[in-house]
């Protein structure tokens, strides 16, 4: 069982579907620097229905890529019905509170919304294990913290003298730390679980 939870993939590693949605957020964040909010609402809008719309046909929307969905659709009915500067202002904290509030939602329901991913990656044989399951939950969990500080930050940097440190490079480094960390703990977990296996039997 631990071979195959070690071939399959580890739990909460990112996955090919998952990746896509780095092109909605790049086309965001490029036309938003560059001050065309509306266009790069529309945009990740755009993209990110593509990606969901593919998802769905596969019976498998993602948490993350609905949450983006919903984030890019509502704040663009938002910014057409009062203006670009809910959005302008605080987009940090706008979009991190999104996510932060989906992901503790999702361990608070009890099903970690890496699930999703880690499943795609590991035989139904190991869905139940207890320790793929709480593996997901404290990599969610990890997912739910960086989103909750980096909203934090988002209404910290309106205090602050620098505020493209806190409301873009901190978020931005704690971003990469979650993409870092959660794929590397649970292929940590894995090699763990392999080495107690045999000991177990």
Known sequence: MAEQLANNGAPGAATKADKFGL???AAYIALAVSGHWRLALLAGAIVTAVIVA????????KIPDATA???FVVMLVV??????????????????????????TTIA???PFTLQ??????????????IFIRTNYQISLLWALTATVNAILGIAMHFVTHPLIIGMVLPTLLLIFALVAG?????HVAA??????????
Do not use: C, D
């Open 23 to 25: 092109i909605a957020w």
């Open 54 to 61: 593919i998802e769905y046909r596969h019976r498998a929307v």
């Open 69 to 71: 969905l919903g984030f």
């Open 79 to 104: 910014s057409m019905a009062i203006g670009t500067w809910l959005i302008n202002g605080y987009n940090v904290l706008i979009v991190w509170a999104a996510f932060g509030a989906v992901f503790w």
């Open 109 to 111: 329901i009890g099903f």
């Open 117 to 130: 991913f880690a499943r795609e990656q590991a035989p139904p044989a190991v869905w139940h294990e207890p």
């Open 183 to 187: 794929p590397w703990y649970g292929k």
């Open 192 to 201: 763990r679980f392999r080495q107690m296996e045999p000991a177990a039997g």
